[in-house]
């Protein structure tokens, strides 16, 4: 029986000579991209290397510099603005302009304190921390709209639904300050309708006492 379609077709045998042809040819890239694959897998591995050193070296700093603070030492200012522009997006570098932020906001000095936190960048997880104690400084300067704008934006960055909470109730104070009482009211109801958040107590406590005073006459 006559065989017909693909079982007619020869078998194709590989020729030795083609494929030396087409490594010949093809050799440069494929050398080329090798060269590039080890560059870049060797790049990756120093800048994680040199990644966590550097990290480790400003936390070093870090605790430095906050061990002067500690003591009260007159230098440490000045260590913590070194480390925070040395280690600049590192977790000390941040650390170490927060808690110059929050020595400044202690001796009044609230325009250097927001200063030293507005140069900061790649927060990740202290994101909302850093928004709080700016909020914090506003309060200090009795900013009470600036305050809560940034309590918000650190809710909106906080991880933790506890940690977003009384963030929010911390808002709602400073808009009650700013005597903005429906929109304190409102964050207030949003948190004692939520029956498993720590803060939903007291959020009926404080809407009650603004609802109250609101239908004085």
Do not use: C
């Amino acid at each position: 029986m006559t065989k017909t379609g693909g079982a007619a077709r020869p078998p194709i045998a590989a020729d030795p000579d083609s494929l030396l042809d087409t490594f010949q040819l093809y050799r440069k890239q494929i050398s080329a991209t090798a060269i590039v694959v080890a560059v870049v897998v060797g790049g990756v591995f120093l800048w994680q290397a040199n990644t966590a050193r550097k990290n480790s070296q400003a936390e070093k700093a870090f605790y430095d510099a906050m061990t002067l603070a500690s003591q009260n030492d007159p230098k440490a200012a000045d260590e913590l603005a070194k480390v925070t522009k040395r280690y600049s997006g590192t977790p000390g570098g941040i650390q170490a302009a927060m808690l110059l932020a929050q020595s400044k906001f202690d001796t009044g000095k609230y325009d250097e304190g927001q200063a030293a936190l507005d140069g900061l960048s790649s927060l990740g997880a202290f994101a909302s921390g850093v928004e709080a104690l700016k909020a914090a400084g506003y309060e200090g300067q009795q900013k009470y709209d600036k305050a809560a704008e940034h309590y918000l934006a650190a809710v909106a960055k906080a991880s933790l639904q506890g940690e977003k909470d009384f963030l929010k109730g911390e808002a709602a104070r400073a808009l009650s300050e700013a005597g903005k009482k429906a929109e304190a009211i409102k964050l207030w109801g949003e948190l004692a309708d939520k029956s498993d958040s720590p803060m939903a107590s007291e959020a009926k406590v404080r809407m009650g006492e603004l609802t109250a005073a609101a239908a004085k006459p």
